[in-house]
């Protein structure tokens, strides 16, 4: 069975970091793509980022270009989600998915149905 368990979230000051983790298991790692999305109260899902595990393809939301940084371990079946220069509309709940090949085709990658989602980690960032 396949698990995907979200760790890291919690209470930051705008212009903090935190790093989020999406521990997976349950399937060959290698061979997935996980990507991270939110969901701020009343507001509608959005992506965040991307990875592609056996090529390390990254995608990247405008929303967090240059301030988010997704990586993964293999060797730790975890993908990362570092989180720089947090704002308060970062604020949300924050789950990773974990999208079985053969990928989706759709533009932006986070479009493409994932398979497996975890169950969330909060983050707040206040003013």
């Known amino acids: 069975e396949v698990y995907l368990v979200e760790s890291g979230g919690g209470l930051v000051q705008t212009g903090g970091s935190l790093r989020l983790s999406c521990a997976a298991s349950g399937f060959t790692f290698d061979d997935y793509a996980i990507g991270w999305f939110r969901q701020a109260p009343g507001k509608e899902r959005e992506g965040v980022s991307y990875i592609r595990i056996v090529d390390r393809f990254t995608y990247y939301a405008d929303s967090v270009k240059g301030r988010f940084t997704i990586s993964s371990d293999i060797t730790r079946h975890t993908v990362y989600l570092q989180m720089n220069s947090l704002k308060p509309e970062d604020t949300a709940v924050y789950y990773c998915?974990?999208?079985?090949?053969?990928?989706?085709?759709?533009?932006?990658?986070?479009?493409?149905?994932?398979?497996?989602w975890g169950k969330g980690t909060l983050v707040t960032v206040s003013s």
């Open positions: 998915a974990a999208e079985v090949p053969p990928y989706g085709s759709r533009i932006p990658v986070l479009n493409n149905p994932m398979d497996y």
